[in-house]
């Protein structure tokens, strides 16, 4: 069992940065592959970014290439979702989740964290 708590959620100004992070306590973290998944008001969850197990690969949604960028601490059990230059259309509920590959990541998850929202202001 792994429980994932996302933060760093806020309103922000179009053009402005923020950083989300995602706690992981249970079982090992660095033996999961790690990404994040947003929702907007109104559409389908969709696949932003993923990380693997060690953090030296990384994978991207086309949206959000060159913007997002996803890192992860394994001595903290913590992914973290840096996001910059946002625009009113990043405004998403993104969540944080678990999975057996970076490969498959957008395919093939496990667990999953509550969210937290991003609001962006025009």
């Known amino acids: 069992q792994v429980q994932l708590v996302e933060s760093g959620g806020g309103l922000v100004q179009a053009g402005g940065s923020l950083r989300l992070s995602c706690a992981a306590s249970?079982?090992?973290?660095?033996?999961?592959?790690m990404g994040w998944f947003r929702q907007a008001p109104g559409k389908e969850r969709e696949f932003v970014a993923a990380i693997s197990r060690v953090g030296w690969n990384t994978r991207y949604a086309d949206s959000v290439k060159g913007r997002f960028t996803v890192s992860r601490d394994n001595a903290k059990n913590t992914v973290y979702l840096q996001i910059d230059s946002l625009k009113a259309e990043d405004t998403a509920v993104y969540y944080c989740?678990?999975?057996?590959?970076?490969?498959?990541?957008?395919?093939?998850?496990?667990?999953w964290g509550s969210g937290t929202l991003v609001t962006v202001s025009s």
């Open positions: 249970g079982r090992i973290f660095s033996s999961y592959a």
């Open positions: 989740a678990t999975g057996s590959s970076m490969a498959t990541f957008h395919l093939d998850t496990d667990y």
